[in-house]
């Protein structure tokens, strides 16, 4: 999890950089609830959708206790890390990839972010996963 919170090119990738520093209340931008950010941040992070015991209390973090859409990010990963079980593989195995990733220049123009985010969503608790999608962004930011 220190990486989560350290590396700014990891967060950027993992899509955690757009809520990761907020420190103000949530309040939805066009189109966004409170839920679909939670489950944005499911599929960003775990590859699926948050079951309804999660949903439940991610949502009544914000609506009743207000809590802020950085430490809801936080909250989530923290509860992969307790369970460590597949959403936390999931997770861990992207965050490999993302640092793979950080010594390819071109990946990091705005559409190399596109690549790489797209790529992470191949990345599951499969250890093989990891080993095709550092082979795939070899391949596509060597060119």
Do not use: C
């Not at 420190?23 to 944005?40: M, S």
């Not at 793979?100 to 191949?122: C, N, V, Y």
């Amino acid at each position: 999890a220190e990486i989560i919170a350290t590396s700014e090119p990891v967060r950027e990738v993992l899509g955690l950089h757009s809520y990761q520093n907020w420190d103000e209340a949530w309040t939805p931008t066009a189109g966004e609830t409170q839920r679909t950010f939670v489950q944005a941040v499911y599929r960003n992070l775990f590859n699926r959708e948050p079951e309804a015991a999660q949903m439940d209390l991610f949502l009544d973090l914000i609506l009743t206790q207000s809590v802020t859409p950085g430490r809801i990010g936080g909250e989530i990963i923290r509860d992969a890390m307790q369970e460590n079980a597949v959403d936390w593989i999931t997770l861990w195995n992207k965050i490999q990839v993302a640092e793979h990733a950080i010594p390819l220049t071109p990946a990091w123009s705005p559409d190399g972010l596109i690549i790489i985010r797209q790529i992470l969503t191949e990345v599951t608790d499969d250890q093989a996963t990891v080993h095709s999608a550092k082979i795939k962004m070899d391949r596509v930011f060597s060119q």
